[in-house]
């Protein structure tokens, strides 16, 4: 009995590792040898369509809003001790460091992770995969590197994408909406706001993201069980395991970059 | 969706986001392209920085001349020598100048202020500021007013 326990505990350890083991070599023979430029440009071309263009709209309106919220509250906090003209600054370094690359790669894993996983898991189960190989195709390097490229270029950009939108927001609510002098609202930030301290380990910290979603997303839909079932199943581990990956990667990158030890 | 379009629509993803970054690189960030500054470095020891860190900034006149960018300890004479970097523009400043550990507003970050000597030596690359004044401590200057109001 005793015995059976510890058995299952040492098979699930076992299981636990060979799955990290076999993800890590999936990334690997993805994208070792990338196929000639000629021939892989339009497939990654047709990934940065639907992985990155498709994304845009999401989160240009949402990293507005978002700045406008963050202007909205923190001037009414800032106000009360009359520092609103701080109101700047608060809102680009929270934006900078951490709002714009962790919320941009939520929903990134919700928008572009889960539409790849699907996409994936469909192709598994209509046997689309097992007959590009039969043709002596490399689905790995065809179907699987050109999406995690796409993943890995896009998500940098959309994260500069959503801390412009957002600082445009909190410009609109703060200066526009609530008369903040607008000269005061630049000049704090610009004096906040360090390009290669903050903005570049920002933008550094998303495309770490990009990579943690696309990896887990592209590897979910390709271990997926090849039925309908599974494939739904394989989409919410996707959408769940690259939010809490996301979350923690989010505490140690900004320990490592802000923490200052 | 033809192939055309596709590629049109990602060069216009790629071009928003270097419009976005070039807009947190100048607008947010207010880099400077071009004042590729020079620096030149002075050491001060003081018997207590406070909480003046690495970047901290360092003013003459209200002015912002330059950063702190090394704080050490010194065990000979248990003092913090800070490392103060300062913009070669501002190369007139007398070898007798003083520096004094600020704080902006009531509960500001420190700063170093500088004050102008008389001596007609400059201060250059690797020169040491002798006459220092340390951070101000609370609980230090209650207790030297406590003091002072019981000697009465």
Known sequence: MMLNQVQKIGAATIGFTQRFGRAGLFLFYSLWGIPSLKAGMPLLLKQLYSVGVLSLVIIVVSGTFIGMVLALQGYTILSDFGTENALGQMVALSLVRELAPVVAALLFAGRAGSALTAEIGLMKTTEQLASIEMIGVDPLKHVIAPRLLAGFISMPILTAIFCAAGIWGGYLVGVQWLGLYEGAFWANMQNAVSFQHDVLNGILKGFVFGIAITWIAVFQGYESEP?????SVATTKTVVYSSLTILALDFILTAMMFGDF | MTKKWIETLVGGLMLAGALALSMLAFKVSGIQVGSNDSYYHVTADFENVGSLQTRSKISLSGLIIGEVSQIEYVPEDFT???????????DNLPID?????????????QYIGLSVGAEEELLEDGSVIEETQSALVLEELIGAFLLSMTKE
């Open chain 2, 97 to 109: 100048s003083t520096a004094a550990i600020l704080t902006q507003g009531m509960l500001g970050d």
């Open chain 1, 227 to 231: 039925t309908s079932e599974g494939i």
């Open chain 2, 80 to 90: 913090a020598r800070v490392t103060l970097k300062i913009k070669s523009n501002y």
